[in-house]
């Protein structure tokens, strides 16, 4: 019994814990996310994390048992001060929560809560919030910092959140494509220790896992340069959901 726990321990694998869909900004449907996930990456968890919604991410978790990957029911919600990812959530989280009220939403369900893009505009720290981060750092409950996004323009805000995690915040450091496009799932993900959703939780608390950057590239920067007016018109349709704001 042992060797069969101590052998399952020592097996990582990856997890893209920021997808848009359809339901809010992305442009892929949660059927073809599902469909290229399984074809052509190698990744054993995702999260769907639509803007203000869980639908898509329930629609995907109703979807899982057709294949050989997990699905994380997750929620990127828009605070009054920028956006926090819940996972491991049951019900959706409103938007225009303080930041404080928004955590204790996602502790109240269980879920795990990552500051996506810390340093970007739409981050909870800003684009100058590297003081803020090292003073509200200890007094919030959130458990990851999103330290990779693969949206191709924030390169400086991933390298000052990479120099900010020092990790010592006891906090973990997590990966995510943020992708809009298909072809953007898995570019960003979070390596964790196992295989499923709940060792990938484990692993958080652990504060084991590391952020990393898959393939893509200027192929993928490419794709969005071609896709932006797309992605603005998908935002556009679903204004209310990804701008909420009360
Ligand atoms: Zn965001
Ligand atoms: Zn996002």
Redesign the pocket.
Known sequence: MFREGSRVNEIWSKADL?I?SNHSDGLARIPEIMEHVQENTDLKVIAI?DHNTIEGALFAKSLEEMYDFEVIVGE?ISTASG?IIGLFLEHPIPAGLSVTETLGRIADQGGIAIV?HPFSNRGIFGPFGRSVFAATVNELAFQALEVYNSIPYLGWANRVAAKMFTGGQGIAATGGS?AHVLQGVGTGYTVFRGTTAEDLRRSIEALETRAETGRGGLSVALRYARSVRRIRLQHAWNWERCEARD
């Open positions: 920021h848009h994390t990127e956006h996506p943020d």
